[in-house]
């Protein structure tokens, strides 16, 4: 019967034999040309290890060598493209600014365009009473006037209605007479220096435009309300509004 012994390591300094491993040529003295064999063979016999790798980092490199000029022109319009992007939002809060400045002009436009205009109406209510005419009471708004006058003769009163109808702030066609009244008492009391006839008139006020209105200050030397009315037509015309 065998045994299964081993007679040979007992009390023995032997050890057992092992193959050793193929020397590693990279690691060796050898020549640059068997190294790039061993490399090529070793390459060659681990495909599915190596190719998938190595083809993603061959395209990556030719993805940054297509890449190479058009990141170089990007990099010269840096400067250009931040400062296009400086001036494009400076632009765009300009136009904010003025549109929000624009709303506010609309707002207050009635101010100076539908305002009432007295001023003007007494000015030339003043120039259009002739010699002879007494003016007893007016009223003026928006929507039109109404006005009491004495008179010693209908000539004066005929002079002082053409001069009220050719008034520039006067709508011409709407003037209309209310009231004509003569006072016979009067006339028989020759001391009495009373005017003898009375009259009642209304009409209505013309809308005007600024560059009408602006002519009409200018002419009554309302030089206040003309520079007022002239800035705020100024600065409508810089926004563009």
């Known amino acids: 019967m065998p045994l299964n012994y081993n007679f040979a390591f007992k009390n023995s300094n032997l050890k057992r034999w092992t193959r050793p491993s193929p020397p590693n040529y990279l690691f060796t003295e050898v020549s640059l040309y068997k190294k790039f064999i061993y490399c090529v063979n070793q390459f060659n016999n681990n495909s599915k290890l190596f190719y998938p790798s190595t083809f993603i980092i061959i395209l990556s490199f030719i993805m940054h060598f297509i890449n190479i000029y058009p990141n170089y022109r990007i990099s010269k319009f840096v400067d250009t493209h931040e400062e296009y992007t400086s001036i494009s939002n ?35 209510l003043q120039n259009s009473v002739p010699e002879g005419v007494r003016l007893d009471s007016y009223s003026f708004s928006d929507y039109g006037f109404d006005i009491k006058a004495s008179s010693f ?89």
């Not at 008034?167 to 007479?177: C, F």
């Not at 006020?205 to 200050?217: F, I, S």
């Open 90 to 124: 400076r632009i765009l809060n300009l136009n904010a600014t003025k549109s929000r400045i624009r709303k506010n002009l609309n707002n207050l436009e009635s101010y100076f365009t539908d305002a009432t205009l007295t001023y003007l109406f007494v000015f030339y």
């Open 153 to 241: 003769t209908i000539d004066s009163f005929n002079q002082f209605l053409t001069l009220i109808i050719e008034s520039p702030v006067v709508k011409r066609n709407s003037v209309s007479l209310l009231n004509l009244q003569r006072n016979r008492s009067l006339e028989i009391n020759k001391k009495n220096i009373e005017p003898t006839y009375q009259i009642q008139f209304y009409g209505e006020a013309r809308k005007l435009g600024n560059k009408k209105r602006l002519d009409l200050y200018r002419e009554s030397s309302a030089d206040g309300l003309f520079r007022k009315l002239e800035r705020f037509n100024d600065l409508k015309n810089l926004l563009g509004s």
